[in-house]
């Protein structure tokens, strides 16, 4: 059974970091693309970091320069550090993976003074 679990969100004041972390089994970790979603109340859920099996990074703009994704093999995970947060960063955050498109449960991010 194939299983992401993401964590490391929570409450952060604006201009402060939080590392989201996704871990996965069930699955060959080498082979997947890893990407990072959010979802704020009332819009659709965007795409917001990719990392391929061979560690090519995008980013959506709103991101670019703030966030980092990574991964590491040894500990079959992907990380989403987060620094500068805005408030328009907050959202719940999903983890996913192809092939196989599965999804993690989420993590809630607020960023809020």
């Known amino acids: 059974q194939v299983q992401l679990v993401e964590s490391g969100g929570g409450l952060v004041q604006p201009g402060g970091s939080l590392r989201l972390s996704c871990t996965t089994s069930g699955i060959f970790f080498g082979m997947l693309d890893m990407y990072w979603y959010r979802q704020a109340p009332g819009n659709e859920r965007e795409l917001v970091a990719k990392?391929?099996?061979?560690?090519?990074?995008t980013y959506v703009d709103s991101v670019k320069g703030r966030f980092t994704i990574s991964r590491d093999g040894a500990k079959n995970t992907a990380y989403l550090q987060m620094n500068s947060l805005k408030p328009e960063d907050t959202a719940v955050y999903y983890c996913?993976?192809?092939?196989?498109?599965?999804w993690g449960q989420g993590t809630q991010v607020t960023v809020s003074s």
């Open positions: 990392i391929t099996s061979d560690r090519i990074a």
């Open positions: 996913n993976c192809r092939p196989g498109n599965y």
